[in-house]
């Protein structure tokens, strides 16, 4: 393979401590190497006044599955956006909040892009979402996988059963060929069965017994135990609702005394956009970001993303089946639930966030106090949610936001009064730098999933030799008053490069390698698998509706997986 | 004044895509030009002249511009996308989309027109000679809006869906219409003259005025006093109900 020698260019790479020194990055098969002997095959690329970073990584973004499919048959009228032919390599695209597989390959590549996690796999419909995998071209992809609703995970809280619990977790993972652990709306979703939601963490779960609070300490502690290489991902309770705020940080309080089995955070919360609110209806509704950001300024167990909001359209998608359904209803519009059997539940809600109606205008400003209120950039990624807060492709949006207050400024002067008295935003200066920027759009990502020891986030030697390459001078531009060029840049990398191989040029996508698929197998101790199997073949025997022997992912679903090991002891 | 006379000289089975046939796309044009207009027939890319015999007279801008097509052309579609100007008269029957997305001037076709003909339009009118297939002036799959202003007339009957979504503007159908006319209603005007069933399901705000028979009514509507207009009487519903709708509905009584 051909080696490939970046010269000259303004390194960031937050992992390594490199802060915009100007460095060589040489690149061997597809890996980083510390240097290499130049030859006449060495591709060399002058990167004089122009920025180098990682490859971006996305550590929550929904990207494939039943759900993304489903807000595909729903909104025929997306795909009316976003129309770009084929050309020689690539396949036509369209689409905006959800674009077709191939579109979500190229676009994030063309942002400079290289990983991508999907942050929602029922077990149960992981076969889709890897079929879905399998036709996104370019980018590495992994998925986290539902266990909050669960009926296994729920008994085997109940009785205490961590080990057991820890079992079924492993077995969950590679069952669907996952990576991590989601838990969204715990026991919400078993509750909507029966039309009821649970309103806060000590609330019980109907015929189970368990608390929400509950089920969060009982997984957090399997998840520990198994040395799972992320930390359980968590949706909160009462997302969606004013005053929720003091759950969020009630459940980060939760988790305040469980060791982590690495260096890494116990929890990450996710999409603060919709977990930060105070009030206590519409009518009252106020941010509550600096609560949260305080907690998080205090605590270093908890780690989150924005799920910043983008005004225009979104669609809405989550495994928290009650919140969609009360949306819809808020919202009059149309609107989709699943039931995933023994598992969990879902919804779809397309929507339009809004100028000037104060609430879209609060949420929008909520993601981003958020991540310039909390001091360790480290703490907090940049996401949309996508496309629950908005489309991926709007992330140059957000950083620019991040980067200038002058853009602040100038975005709520579009908005509504409402927004100015019950946030903060107006009153905060920050302004983050590109290494924060860095650190928010790859290496915090990569480091929160546990993937920089497997060649993600960084540029250290024998690392991955993905690398985006900007077309902007740190030295020449301030991002403070010249956002517009800041966003430009970020919308349209000079290079990105997947493994060592040029993908884009200027915007346009120049080859289309198939990624890799990361998926987690832990091992368990032989007895706790015992008695796990036996409760699941009482399970399937009884309540499924497909065999057991039908239920795992066949490895010829997963396109080029990397198995990473993980287990106890 | 210019005037473009189309005459088909060829009737093809693939449905041919022409949102290129509008008074903004013909104004000021010779006839060379416009000749070499594109038009798709399926996925092959081909011209104007291929299908249609064309005559200029005069050379004008949008609004003085008139194109004549002088016969039927049933797989024509798109014919007047987006004009905002100028007139077009389709001496028979066309194909769906006609007046798709329009926003001014007027569409005369005498003979029928197929599904979704003023799709999305904004303004203008189109007056149909003849029947009008399914979803007259509806919204485009999945968007919430139709029809948002101007006027449609269907001199004939219209099949199922007729202003589905439609947000605005006026529907007039001086013959029957099939099921559920005025399907989410968002603030059109739709008056039938013929019978119809299930009229204004999920009907948001605008109204509906039926004075043929209604076969089916949904049960969602409450009734009102009756009310006369133009010396006609008629029992007066609001909804729908099921929607949290305020939507007037009048059928003869």
Do not use: F, L, N
């Given at each position: 393979m051909s080696e490939l020698l970046i010269k000259n260019g303004r390194v960031f790479d937050p992992i390594n401590s490199i802060n915009g020194d100007i460095m060589d990055i040489a690149i061997k098969n597809g890996k980083i190497v510390d240097d290499i002997s130049l030859s006449p095959d060495t591709k060399v690329i002058d990167a004089s006044s122009m920025i180098v970073m990682p490859g971006g990584v996305d550590a929550h973004s929904h990207i494939a599955g039943s759900k993304v499919n489903s807000g595909r048959i729903m909104c025929p009228n997306d795909s009316r956006s976003g129309i770009e032919k084929r050309t020689k390599i690539t396949r036509p695209c369209s689409g905006y909040t959800v674009p077709n597989t191939f579109a979500m390959g190229y676009r994030y590549a063309k942002l400079g892009y290289t990983t991508v996690f999907?942050?929602?796999?029922?077990i149960l419909h992981a076969r889709h979402t890897h079929e879905e995998f399998g036709d996104i071209p370019i980018i590495d992809k992994g998925g986290l996988v539902l266990f909050g609703s669960n009926w296994q995970v729920m008994e085997a809280v109940r009785e205490n059963d961590i080990e057991k619990l820890a079992a079924y977790i492993a077995w969950g993972l590679s069952a669907s060929r996952g990576y991590g652990v989601k838990i969204v709306n715990p026991g919400g979703g078993e509750a909507w069965g029966f039309g009821k939601n649970v309103s806060g963490l000590h609330d019980t779960v109907p015929n189970f017994d368990v608390t929400p609070a509950e089920i969060i300490t009982g997984l957090a502690k399997a998840n520990e135990m198994l040395h799972l290489p992320h930390s359980i991902h968590l949706h909160c309770n009462l997302l969606g609702k004013p005053g929720n705020y003091k759950t969020t940080i009630e459940t980060m309080k939760l988790l305040e005394n469980i060791k982590p089995s690495?260096?890494?955070?116990v929890v990450h919360i996710t999409h603060m956009t919709f977990n930060a609110w105070g009030g206590t209806n519409w009518g009252d509704f106020e941010s509550k970001a600096d609560a949260v950001a305080d907690y998080l300024n205090q605590h270093d167990h908890v780690t989150v993303d924005m799920g910043q909001l983008i005004f225009g359209n979104a669609t809405t998608m989550t495994a928290d089946g009650p919140m969609q359904y009360a949306n819809a209803r808020l919202l009059a519009t149309k609107w989709t639930n699943g039931d995933v059997e023994l598992e969990d539940a879902s919804g779809v809600v397309p929507l339009s966030y809004i100028r000037k109606m104060y609430i879209h205008d609060i949420m929008w400003a909520v993601g981003l106090e958020v991540a310039l209120l909390t001091k360790n950039p480290w703490q907090v990624l940049l996401t949309t949610d996508h496309p629950n807060g908005g489309p991926f492709v709007n992330y140059p949006e957000v950083i620019a936001l991040l980067m200038s207050a002058r853009k602040r400024e100038e975005e709520m002067l579009k908005l509504s009064n409402k927004m100015r008295d019950r946030t903060t935003l107006s009153g905060i200066e920050r302004e983050l730098d590109w290494y924060d920027i860095a650190i928010k759009t790859r290496a915090s990502h990569a480091k929160i999933l546990g993937l920089t020891d497997h060649g993600k986030g960084h540029l250290g030697?024998?690392?991955?030799?993905d690398v985006t390459i900007y077309h902007i001078n740190p030295d020449q531009v301030d991002a403070g008053r010249e956002h517009a060029t800041v966003k430009k840049a970020f919308e349209k990398p000079a290079y990105t490069i997947k493994d060592g191989e040029f993908v884009v040029r200027n915007g346009e996508i120049t080859a289309t390698p198939e990624g890799r698929t990361f998926w987690v197998n832990a091992s368990v101790p032989e007895e706790d698998n015992t008695r796990l199997m036996k409760d699941l073949r009482l399970k399937f025997r009884k309540y499924y509706s497909i065999n057991l022997a039908n239920y795992m992912v066949q490895d010829n679903y997963v396109k080029h997986p990397v198995v990473i090991k993980a287990g106890g002891s | 004044m210019q005037t473009v006379t189309l005459i088909p000289v060829m009737q093809s089975k693939i449905s041919i895509e022409a949102e290129t046939i509008t008074p903004n796309n013909f104004a000021g044009k010779t006839r060379e030009e416009i000749e070499n207009i594109t038009i798709w027939e399926g996925n092959h890319k081909t011209r104007l002249f291929e299908f249609f015999k064309i005559a200029l007279e005069g050379k004008d801008s949008p609004e003085n511009t008139k194109i004549i097509i002088n016969g039927s052309i049933p797989r024509v579609k798109r014919v007047g996308e987006g004009m905002t100007d100028g007139m077009i008269l389709i001496n028979g029957d066309v194909d769906m989309h006609v007046g798709a997305k329009m926003q001014g001037g007027v569409i005369t076709v005498k003979g029928n027109a197929d599904s979704w003909a003023g799709r999305e339009m904004k303004g203008g009118e189109i007056i149909i000679g003849g029947d009008a297939g399914y979803y007259l002036g509806a919204g485009y799959r999945g968007e919430s809006c139709g029809m948002r202003g101007g006027k449609i007339i269907v001199f004939g009957d219209v099949k199922d869906y007729a202003g589905e979504h439609i947000c605005g503007g006026e529907i007039l159908i001086k013959g029957s219409a099939g099921l559920m006319p005025g399907i989410s209603n968002n603030g059109g005007i739709i008056t039938i003259e013929g019978n119809t069933e299930i009229p204004g399901a999920e009907m948001k705000k605008g109204t509906i005025k039926i004075n043929g028979v209604v076969e089916t009514l949904v049960p969602s509507y409450k009734q009102e006093d009756d009310e006369e207009i133009d010396g006609i009487v008629y029992n007066k519903y609001t909804g729908d109900v099921v929607a949290g709708g305020k939507g007037s509905l009048y059928i003869k009584k």
């Open positions: 999907e942050a929602a796999i029922p690495m260096d890494r955070q030697a024998y690392a991955d030799a | -």
